[in-house]
């Protein structure tokens, strides 16, 4: 006897053309659909969206308005619980009304009686103190709980959540795969990985080579975007470099994307360069396809790092928040600078040598890499184990 089906709510940053979060979105539907058909259950999604037909046109799921609070009521209301996450939604930088917004829901589907679940949150920063009783309360009501990395999980205890409530997993999007190529990843990663350095100076014989760059605004003086650009055009005069920068959230990273752009001018054209921009890919795939068919990525957003760490495409980040620091530590990295004092010269060192020793850095860092996308499914399998024990 099949099980019926079972509705579930997806509380998210979704619909707001982020390629990042649609990227972890798009990867806990796929975990959902692989581990509750593992569990022998059916579990149908429904997502908060602040553009519901967007989201249905491009994931082919139920999608409410996320601030339309009659629908989301009548939504948890008709399901068997809610999923939070994954992302950084509980953090207070972006302002203050995030956190509230976000537990406010998860605390809607508590009162209704329905299990809660975090999913692969980033916590923090939470630097209004008000917040932490509030975020203690809610999650201890949770059915589970994870988060994306160790420093999320120690804030949580700081607030008084205990350790044993806490699941530390990868970020989602470790497990994100292309359609065309989930039978022979592993394969290809595997033989990839396994050429001799002999391949590096092949790889350098070629030319020219796609390094990809996400770039997004935060320094008010721009220097970090000014000191990247500096640092390419020193890159671009050592070897050859098409250089494809790839906005992760639109339009605001289109934006600064066009402004590196123009700082670069006509240099890396000149020194047998060239310069592109991939302004429409919205649907994650196509983003982690642009990611994979580079030699090198650069990269700002977190997730234009995961997707590169997936994809095994060597990389380089520019850290703005400890996000980017816990990530990097995990793959065995370090930033090559922060916003803060980025330098040109730095960018161009990192980028040279990515590029003439990547198949050295791909062989160092897979053992990291593919331990964090055989775990990237642990929160989903959680889940699909719940309703199925209470089925």
Known sequence: MVAAAQKIIISGYYGFRNSGDEAVLQSILNALRKQSEAAGITLTPVVLSIDPEWTTATYGVESVHRMKLGEVRKAISESAGLISGGGSLLQDVTGSKTIPYYLAIIKLAQWMGKPTFIYAQGIGPVNRKLFHPLIKSVFRKCAYVSVRDEQSRQLLQSMGLGEDKIDVVPDPVMGLTLPEDIASEKQDAGSGIMESAVADEAILQSGPYTVGISVRFWEQSRKELDALAEGLVKAAAELPLHLRFLPFHHSADNDASHYVMQKLGQDVEELGGSVSICEDALHPLRMLREVGQCQAMIGMRLHSLIYAAGRRVPLMG???????????????????GSTAGLEGDRVAAGLLELLKSGEAWKREREPLIASLVEEAEAPARQIAQYFRRKG
């Open 318 to 336: 520019v850290s703005y928040d400890p996000k980017i620091d816990h990530f990097l530590d995990r793959i065995g990295c370090q930033p090559v």
